[in-house]
């Protein structure tokens, strides 16, 4: 296990690396999106990333963006761990709140990049005649795109498609690697819970597709509640069925172990019985949050040993960010 972590960091240093010496493609490229189309003419120096996990992408290209929108936490230029080798030594502009148009005209930038924004009609009706903008596409909604897709939508728009492309292949392999090493996997039930609310994230959102390409599926009971397209799901506390799966993971901020622990029927469960349960604190939260190309090899690294000691049906398999949360049932005799 050590020397294929060793392995996936090198591969992830060689593909950082790259895009510093690579050459732009051609240019102009037309990307259409949910409000229409964006033309950009010629590689972009000063571009404006407004979606709340879209730098994590651009600096896996290379592109260290003029301003940022930080979406939480507290590191620098609200770039999390696994991103800050790529920042290097980038100073970016670190946008809070809503998008402030007159604060984003002032800068003058030549791209305004915006897939996982929540980026309105009004908004970009006004971004648009700063700069070329792109928009979330219609087939996925504001906040449905697979990692993939972002990634290659602005692999066009820098003139990096090509190493993209090959950044997408490479992380593509590790989780076909993976759910090759793990068949007990395809097609068992996994579902993310924000432990705050009990809210579960559905298929159409990015983390369950991260779970979806490990062969994972989505509890069919989850997809009876609320609206069918819905990316998150409020579940009552009295109902259990839809988050009650073969691996359920709960994310956090590191404040509601303590939530967790007086769930009323979360000792009914089979997941908490058999110690299917998965918690993340703080950094890997949001790694699976972001699911960009630099982060998917950190949650990774961390979260696969997690699902294979979940995943065994056996209580008295320790989930070791379980146990040191404080979130372990008592092993039944």
């Known amino acids: 296990m050590r020397k294929l972590r060793a392995f996936h960091k090198l591969a992830l240093l060689i593909s950082l690396l790259c895009p510093i010496a690579a050459k732009s493609e051609s240019f102009p490229v037309e990307i259409t999106h949910k409000y229409g189309s964006a033309v950009v003419l010629s590689e972009p120096k000063k571009i404006v990333s407004l979606s709340f996990i ?20 507290t590191h620098p230029y609200g770039v999390w761990p696994w991103a800050q080798d790529a920042l290097g030594e980038g100073t970016p502009i670190v946008m809070r709140g809503e998008i402030d148009i007159e604060q984003i005209a002032a800068m003058k930038p030549d791209l305004i990049v915006g897939q996982w924004s929540g980026m309105t009609e009004k908004d970009y009706a006004l971004l648009s005649q700063i700069a070329p903008t792109i928009a979330p596409q219609e087939a996925w909604g504001d906040y449905g795109a697979p990692w993939a897709e ?72 989850l997809k009876e509640i609320g609206l069918f397209d819905s990316f998150y799901k409020l579940i009552p506390e009295e109902v259990t069925e839809p988050i009650d799966a073969d691996a359920l993971i709960w994310i956090d901020a590191g404040k509601n172990v303590q939530r967790l622990n007086s769930l009323p ?37 961390a979260l696969v040993p997690l699902l294979e000691a979940a995943m065994d049906g056996d209580p008295a398999t320790v989930v070791s960010s379980s146990q040191q949360a404080g979130i372990l049932p008592e092993v039944q005799p």
Do not use: C, K, N
């Open 54 to 73: 879209g730098h994590d992408f651009l600096l896996s290209l290379g592109v260290v963006p003029h301003a940022l929108r930080m979406w939480y936490g």
């Open 265 to 301: 029927l979360r000792h009914t469960m089979r997941a908490y019985r058999e110690g299917r349960e998965i918690y993340l604190g703080m950094d890997m939260s949001a790694a699976l949050s972001h699911a960009s190309p630099l982060s998917i090899d950190y949650t990774l690294d």
């Open 150 to 221: 972002m990634h290659r939508v602005l692999g066009l728009a820098t003139g990096r498609q090509s190493i993209a492309e090959a950044q997408i292949a490479r992380i593509q392999g590790r989780f076909a690697d993976i759910r090759a090493a793990h068949p007990d996997w395809q097609g068992a039930t996994s579902v993310v819970v924000w432990s705050g609310s009990t809210g579960a994230y559905s298929s159409r959102d990015i983390r369950g597709q991260f779970m979806a390409e490990l062969g994972f599926r989505e509890p069919p009971a």
